[in-house]
């Protein structure tokens, strides 16, 4: 769970730009950045996680290999399904008698 979406990467400073204040500032901002990287790893320790997340390898080059290849086997896709019981004939209808009826109980919502 990376929160940031990037890492700011600070522009060069000419020479003649690099005040002492100016060098401080980029010095907190470094320290800074460290801060927060040793703390989001720590988040991901205690959380049960790796400290750094293992990036996943580029699936792009996989797709453009497949679109190249079209005679290589493609996954098995399923065709629509149909009704089994359109095509059933009933033969026969037969009433069953039932010996001894079960109890039941009919239950309703009181309004």
Request: aromatic share 0%; proline share 9%.
């Amino acid at each position: 769970m990376d929160h940031r979406l990037f890492t700011l990467k600070l522009p060069e400073i000419a020479e003649s730009d690099q005040t002492p204040m100016v060098r401080s500032l980029v010095q907190v901002i470094g320290e800074q950045q460290a801060h927060i990287q040793r703390l989001e790893d720590e988040l991901r320790r205690l959380q049960g996680g790796p400290p750094r997340p293992q990036l996943k390898p580029n699936t792009l080059q996989a797709a453009v290999k497949a679109a190249l290849n079209p005679g290589a086997e493609e996954p098995h896709r399923r065709g629509p399904q149909r009704a089994k019981t359109a095509e059933l004939v009933i033969h026969e209808t037969r009433q069953v008698l039932l010996e001894e009826v079960p109890c039941a109980t009919i239950q309703s919502k009181e309004m």
